[in-house]
């Protein structure tokens, strides 16, 4: 079974960007659809981006379309997430995990996952 760990998150000022990195180890992620979530505190878990198996398609919530970039890297067994122009909405623990539904006829923001999960990586964006 693949295992997923995030990292790159951060403290980072209002305005600001960082990238986070989504690694494999026990499979390779092009196998997998891939989607990254995140969960701030006191609400629940969304689903915020998700890049497709099949055509590598990316798809994005309407809060983050615009500032956020998820792509692969198939020789790092990794996916990236590289967002700019934070906010303070944007704080979060922000997961990565394998096979969630990503088709377009699906809410991104609920997330169904069939897949791992990783174990998450803060994010705080503040001054």
């Known amino acids: 079974q693949v295992q997923l760990v995030e990292s790159g998150g951060g403290l980072v000022q209002p305005g600001g960007s960082l990238r986070l990195s989504c690694t494999a180890s026990?499979?390779?992620?092009?196998?997998?659809?891939i989607g990254w979530f995140r969960q701030a505190p006191g609400k629940a878990r969304e689903g915020i981006s998700c890049?497709?198996?099949?055509?590598?398609?990316?798809r994005y919530v309407d809060s983050v379309k615009g500032r956020f970039t998820m792509w692969r890297d198939n020789a790092k067994n990794t996916v990236y997430l590289q967002m700019r122009s934070l906010n303070a909405e944007d704080t979060a623990v922000y997961y990565c995990?394998?096979?969630?539904?990503?088709?377009?006829?699906?809410?991104?923001?609920?997330?169904?996952?069939?897949?791992?999960w990783g174990q998450g990586t803060q994010v705080t964006v503040s001054s």
């Open positions: 890049i497709s198996s099949s055509d590598g398609a990316t």
């Open positions: 026990g499979s390779t992620l092009d196998l997998y659809t």
């Open positions: 995990a394998t096979d969630p539904i990503c088709d377009s006829g699906h809410s991104l923001s609920t997330p169904v996952v069939f897949g791992s």
